[in-house]
């Protein structure tokens, strides 16, 4: 209970941090809505689970957890869960092979967003057994999940190996000095919430969920739920990313330059497409492990 109740300080302090050029994911924004999007999808049974699983003080309220992961990375206790942000792959590949990418940066296979995407759902496949004997605390599942579907969404996290992710490409975000990984990251929501909805999150969250519901990506949102094997998935949702990233977030890009409204309005139709997609696919996931069994994943290794 105490990490938690510091966590709720940690939560009203985090605005600063996330500030810091080079924080790497998703910024608080995306991350919350990936996953208000999420829970708002949720059938009964998972809604009760995850309700069951959040503690007290978030009361209910999965998005207020959703940057844990970023918050703990660091400690001493959590550092194994560093690598687990991001994909490195080979410079101006443009794909991504799960076998050769899928690594820490000591060759330990499986420590990379895609890795734990499906450690974490397998993880979770479990809670229906019962409280008795289990060997992972499905509270931190949960909320890593959450988290990683978020990131792996992010097309700048399946980027390069040498400018890690486009973090090391410095250059200038209308005025202010940024970096390219961080545009993709936290600049172009929040210009985006600054240009068209009044700064609120509120009413960008709502423009999305129109758009899905009864909007630009309707048609497509069943296609974006097909999933069979995870495992399979995690390897489409990590391709799509590095094939945005080098498409549309790469490409014509040097550092030094100064990104301004042409990238903006071109690029930010990709963002938020890319938040969409994370929380409908993090609902797609929560409603097959709590769901019905008969209908779930084929066993997840
Ligand atoms: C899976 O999670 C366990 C702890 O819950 C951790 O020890 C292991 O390193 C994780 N592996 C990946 C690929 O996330
Ligand atoms: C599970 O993890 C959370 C967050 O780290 C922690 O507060 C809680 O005490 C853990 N639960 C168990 C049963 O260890
Ligand atoms: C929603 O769709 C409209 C077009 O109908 C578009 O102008 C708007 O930018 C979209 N909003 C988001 C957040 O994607």
């Known amino acids: 209970m105490d990490r938690w109740l510091s966590f709720g300080l940690l939560l009203l302090c985090s605005c600063s941090l996330l500030m810091v050029p080079g924080a790497v994911a998703w910024s608080k924004e995306g991350h919350m809505m990936t996953c208000r999007i999420a829970q ?12 069951n699983l959040l503690p007290h003080h978030v009361d209910g309220d999965l998005s207020a957890l959703c940057i844990w992961p970023d918050q703990i ?6 550092r194994w869960t560093s690598p687990l942000h991001f994909i490195d792959t080979p410079d101006d590949a443009c794909s991504f092979d799960y076998a050769r990418d899928c690594h820490d940066s000591h060759g330990l296979q499986d420590m990379c967003v895609a890795g734990a995407v499906k450690n974490f759902t397998s993880q979770l496949m479990h809670y229906k057994e019962g409280t008795g004997d289990r060997r992972y605390n499905m509270t931190e599942a ?27 490409a410095e250059l200038r975000w209308f005025r202010h000095k940024s970096n390219l990984h961080h545009v993709w990251d936290r600049e172009i929501v929040l210009t985006a919430m600054k240009e068209y909805y009044d700064k609120d999150m509120e009413l960008l969250l709502q423009d999305i969920e129109r758009n899905y519901t009864d909007g630009i990506w309707s048609d497509d949102v069943s296609s974006w739920q097909h999933c069979n094997e995870i495992s399979q998935c995690v390897n489409r949702w990590a391709r799509e990313s590095i094939q945005i990233a080098c498409k549309w977030a790469y490409k014509g890009v040097e550092p030094g330059m100064t990104l301004a409204d042409d990238y903006f ?17 993090l609902s797609m996931i929560l409603n097959q492990v709590f769901g019905d069994p008969e209908e779930g994943f084929a066993a997840a290794t």
């Open 40 to 51: 708002a999808l949720l059938e009964p049974e998972a809604a009760e689970a995850v309700q």
């Open 142 to 168: 949960l909320l890593f999940l959450s988290h990683f579907m978020g990131d792996i969404h992010q097309p700048m996290h399946v980027g390069f190996t040498t400018d890690r992710g486009g973090n090391t």
């Open 265 to 281: 309005n071109s690029r930010m139709p990709y963002v938020m497409k890319r938040i969409a997609q994370g929380g409908v696919r």
């Open 73 to 78: 990375r660091h400690w001493y206790k959590y």
